[in-house]
């Protein structure tokens, strides 16, 4: 499978993929929640590292990076919900109460 066909089934899935954490946060599963962020993370990472448009490839260029500007956007939130995600999961295994 391709790797943007990869993220575009990833993405299509989210819903699936955010019930599916709610409900392994739910039911104590932090490691499942984090593996599933961590997978879309390192899929996108491959995709533009292997990207064949370059900003001076003129218009097609340009959209993609255009629209790779606008999904980096969505990953610093998966990043930023990542580092969150650990935090927690630090917390509730560290706390003594």
């Given amino acids: 499978m391709e790797i ?5 089934f990833t993405l299509i899935t989210s819903g699936f993929y955010i019930t599916l954490s709610h409900l392994y946060f739910l039911n104590n599963f932090f490691s499942s929640t984090i593996l599933i962020d961590l997978y879309f993370s390192i899929i996108q ?3 533009y590292k292997n990207a064949y ?3 001076n490839d003129r218009i097609y ?3 993609f990076f255009f629209f ?8 610093s939130r998966i990043i930023n919900y990542f580092v969150n995600s650990n935090i927690l999961f630090s917390f509730f295994f560290n706390s003594s109460y």
Avoid: R
Wanted: hydrophobic share 40%; charged share 10%.
């Fill in 4 to 8: 943007p066909l990869l993220n575009t």
């Fill in 45 to 47: 990472i491959f995709e």
């Fill in 53 to 55: 448009f370059y900003i």
């Fill in 61 to 63: 260029g340009s959209i």
């Fill in 68 to 75: 790779y500007q606008l999904d980096n956007s969505w990953n």
